[in-house]
């Protein structure tokens, strides 16, 4: 089943907008992901943390990796109509398996 | 365009049926990763290959199969199919075993009547 609780389970925002997102577990994580699916596609990976603490940003996404190793977050700046998806946290064991949040789905309005 | 192809697209079989769902990798990546996005699951994890031999499994149903060849696209074998494996099937490809370098294709969407 599901490690991770992710919320909120949806979201609508104003274009323009700052919002935030975030992921936590009652276990501790060496690696923390963010990945994006637009509908039809596959999950994309946006950012990457590896170290507690570390704060990463990819052009109007900042993500960070709790201190505890137990959480992250997502900030998305000045939304536009194309931040449109479904976000979801993953967390890596050491042999390569990907466990996903349920997801963040974020619809924004125009 | 991530360069992993999946076919088919979609896939309607009845229950109790057998399909094969395909995965060609990225070219040059060795590693094969299989994951399952259901409503009521989310996105789980299936199994792993890496250069035509199995690395990792994760919850995947002993109806499922799976195996890599050695011109390394894999197929995943869906057997006794029932309702609930009603769902999106990714596969997703690496240069070798990794975490943050998984390119997932567009997916097969499986639906079981």
């Known amino acids: 089943g599901q490690q991770l609780n992710q919320s909120p389970q949806s979201m609508f925002i104003q274009e323009g907008e700052d919002v935030s997102m975030n992921c936590t577990s009652s276990?501790?994580?060496?690696?923390w992901l963010w990945y994006k699916q637009d509908p039809g596609e596959g999950p994309v990976l946006l950012i990457a943390?590896?170290?507690?603490?570390e704060l990463t940003s990819n052009g109007r996404l900042t993500a960070q990796f709790g201190i505890t190793r137990k959480d992250s977050f997502l900030n998305i700046s000045a939304s536009i109509p194309s931040d449109v998806g479904i976000y979801f946290c993953?967390?890596?064991?050491?042999?390569?398996?990907?466990?996903f949040g349920a997801g963040t789905t974020v619809t924004v309005r125009a | 365009d991530s360069g992993v192809t999946q076919t088919p697209k979609h896939l309607i079989t009845a229950t109790g049926q057998r399909v094969t769902l395909r995965c060609s990798p990225r070219?040059?990546?060795?590693?094969v990763y299989w994951y399952q996005q259901s409503l009521d699951q989310g996105l789980q994890f299936l199994i792993h290959y890496y250069n035509g031999e199995e690395r990792a499994k994760g919850n995947i149903l002993e109806r499922f199969s799976a195996q890599q060849f050695p011109d390394l696209h894999s197929e995943l074998n869906l057997s006794s199919l029932e309702l609930g494996d009603s769902a999106l099937y990714f596969c997703?490809?690496?240069?070798?075993?990794?975490?943050?370098?998984?390119?997932f294709g567009p997916g097969t969407r499986l639906t079981v009547l």
């Open positions: 997703a490809s690496s240069p070798r075993p990794s975490t943050d370098t998984q390119y």
């Open positions: 070219s040059g990546d060795l590693s």
């Open positions: 276990s501790i994580f060496n690696t």
């Open positions: 993953a967390v890596a064991s050491n042999d390569y398996k990907l466990s």
């Open positions: 943390l590896y170290k507690a603490g």
